[in-house]
């Protein structure tokens, strides 16, 4: 029997090994403590530096500790925190007014993260054709697509391992294939009362609709009179280049999701939507106690002033082409890779089939040069870099990248 002494304790145990010891296990643990940031950079509970180009996956639009966002944050803190929906507050109108005057929707409801967004995006879906008389309430997404862990997004979720252990899911729900125009016919009739979409598949592996795609999808959802939801909640906030990533695509939805970006780490989704979803909805329906409080929304003024502030979005476009420049090059320089895509400063590499390692080997090595990456599809990593990254980081990035695919597979450095 061991002594109580020779038990191990806090003292004894590490971070990491204390949270794997603590934690619901859901994450592979033991995982990398973080301890500080400042821009594109993070230090581990040993004191190594980083180049981050997770963002807190895709959430740090500015990086680590941006100038500003505290004050901002604390300022509203100590004159009012949270009223819940039974009150309004200045801080949410001024958001309400500012995020529909910069995206053209008419309305707004706000909760607390991306997967709640969506939740409520796919029930005013619903809402809309039950308001209209239609029988139907099926919905249609697209395989690839991440939409979030509550019941009625992971219904509408590919990844059948994110699946699998909870059905039976909420019924009704047909996948298609993102960019088969031809496919469209055969999931989309009247007994579909919504569609929901990921302009950029971000989850999926930063793989971009085509202008085409979206466009069909627009038009024959238009013809049956059919809402489209935009989930933008990784691809949005001007992470590709443009405040809304649909605008590329000069195609546009009844109803469109932000989050992440949107609070920069301070919990808050928007669900934007036209004024003919708006009037399908009525006291009641649908609600968040803590969606709109003062304190988040007066995060999210500051993101959106940021993001909208004159040659922002601009440069995002210009690092963004940078980056996947440079990625193409590794590609076209390393036999495991076997293509790089993505829009704007959201990008992907994907691993050939016949790589050597796993994209989870990639990760791990890339961590080993000190650069944070995160993965995406099958067999895909990401690149999310803060989106005003500097070119001298964006080269770092590149070159730690490829130190990492050397040390895995050195003999495929040249084609």
């Known amino acids: 029997m061991t002594a109580v002494s020779e ?16 934690h619901a296990p859901v994450y592979p643990l033991p995982r990398l403590q973080l301890v500080s940031g400042k821009g594109a950079r993070v230090v581990d509970a040993q004191g190594r530096e980083y180049l981050d180009f997770v963002s807190g996956i895709a959430v740090n639009a500015f990086g680590h500790a ?3 966002l505290a004050r901002v944050v604390t300022r509203q803190m100590k004159s009012l925190g949270h009223v819940s929906n039974l009150f309004g507050n200045p801080r949410v109108l001024e958001l309400e007014q500012a995020i529909t005057r910069a995206t053209g929707y008419e309305r707004a409801f706000f909760c607390n993260s991306g997967t709640e967004g969506v939740e409520a995006a796919l029930k005013f879906t619903r809402a809309h054709a039950r308001a209209r ?3 139907g309430r099926d919905l249609v997404a697209f395989r690839g697509g991440f939409h979030g862990r509550t019941g009625f997004a992971l219904s509408v979720t590919w990844t059948p391992s994110y699946r699998e252990p909870f059905e039976p899911l909420i019924p009704g729900v047909r996948f298609a294939d993102l960019n088969d125009i031809a496919g469209l016919d055969a999931v989309l009739d009247e007994r579909v009362a919504g569609v929901i979409v990921e302009p950029v598949q ?12 979206l466009r069909a999808l627009r038009t024959r959802t238009e013809q049956l009179g059919i809402p489209l939801v935009f989930d933008e909640v990784q691809c949005g906030m001007g992470r590709c280049g443009r405040l809304l990533a649909a605008e590329h695509y000069g195609v546009r939805a009844e109803l469109t999701v932000l989050s992440k970006a949107l609070g920069h780490g301070v919990p808050i989704a928007a669900v934007l939507m036209t004024q003919a979803i708006a009037d399908s909805l009525a006291p009641g329906m649908h609600g968040s106690t803590f969606g709109g409080n003062p304190v988040a929304s007066s995060a999210a003024l500051w993101v959106l002033e940021r993001v909208n502030r004159r040659g922002l979005l601009a440069g995002v476009r210009r690092r963004g082409k940078t980056l996947l420049e440079g990625l193409e090059t590794l590609v076209a320089r390393h036999d495991s890779l076997a293509a790089a895509r993505g829009l704007g400063l959201l990008c992907a590499i ?10 989870a080997d ?3 090595a890339a961590r080993e040069n000190a650069l944070l990456l995160v993965r995406g599809g099958e067999r895909a990593i990401r690149l999310l870099p803060p989106l005003d990254v500097s070119d001298l980081d964006l080269q770092l990035a590149l070159d730690r990248l490829e130190a990492a695919l050397a040390s895995l597979a050195p003999q495929g450095v040249s084609r």
Do not use: H
């Open 7 to 22: 038990l191990p304790t806090a003292r004894t145990l590490s971070a990491a090994e204390q949270e794997a010891a603590l």
């Open 66 to 68: 941006p100038a500003g």
């Open 133 to 135: 008389g239609r029988d």
């Open 202 to 213: 971000g989850e999926g592996g930063a793989i971009p609709a085509t202008r085409e795609f």
């Open 350 to 359: 994907e691993l050939s089939a016949d790589a050597t390692f796993t994209p």
């Open 362 to 364: 990639l990760v791990a």
